[in-house]
């Protein structure tokens, strides 16, 4: 997708012109593609409000099968942000980002180094090829592609959401998001 098309074609809603810039490997996506309802939540593994909303949004995709939920990157909040967004795109290019996205947001307390390592065994990712992919230029890219297209959204800071075509920047609880679909 080109910036003019992401833009000024209005063929499809901006949220979903998101979606198909950002490469497969820069998504984490429960749910089915062909819902009728997408959530998109630009988050960083750091912020507060993120990990809170988490829980909530895997459940009202668990309770419908018209919703869809998409986790975009968007590492602001210090260094380490950026690199568990490179762990996480890595484990997405061995089919294993979910499973370290729900790990990281599943883990009490601050994300130590030790916690980390927990996640990355208990998701299942092989930790020699993790290690190689983490530091590609292309899982660079996708996280720079991810957080400029947050910003042009309207990002400024996170968690930021798009229900279907609204954005919200903020935490929003579970019964406002659901409320908001259709």
């Not at 975009?72 to 260094?79: E, F, G, S, T, V």
């Not at 190689?132 to 400029?148: E, N, T």
């Given at each position: 997708i080109t910036l003019n098309d992401l833009i000024f074609n209005e063929s499809n809603s901006f949220h979903l012109k998101i979606l198909e810039a950002i490469p497969k490997e820069g998504k984490i996506q429960i749910g089915p593609d062909n819902a009728r309802n997408t959530i998109i939540e630009f988050f960083d593994y750091?912020?507060?409000?993120?990990k809170k909303i988490h829980p909530e949004l895997i459940e009202l995709v668990e309770s419908r099968d018209d919703l869809r939920v998409v986790f975009?990157?968007?590492?602001?909040?210090?260094?380490s942000s950026h690199v568990i967004a490179r762990i996480a795109i890595a484990a997405s290019m061995q089919d294993k980002g979910f499973e370290f996205h729900q790990?990281?947001?599943?883990?009490?307390?601050s994300i130590t180094s030790q916690k980390l390592q927990e996640s990355i065994i208990k998701s299942g990712v092989n930790e020699a090829k993790l290690s190689?992919?983490?530091?590609?230029?292309?899982?660079?890219?996708?996280?720079?592609?991810?957080?400029?297209l947050a910003g042009g959204a309207g990002a400024r800071g996170t968690p930021a959401i798009f229900i279907n075509e609204e954005f919200i920047g903020g935490y929003l609880p579970k019964e406002r998001i659901s409320a908001l679909l259709k």
């Open positions: 750091f912020c507060g409000y993120c975009l990157h968007h590492p602001i909040l210090n260094d790990a990281i947001f599943s883990i009490e307390g190689i992919d983490m530091d590609k230029d292309q899982v660079k890219k996708i996280i720079k592609l991810s957080s400029f």
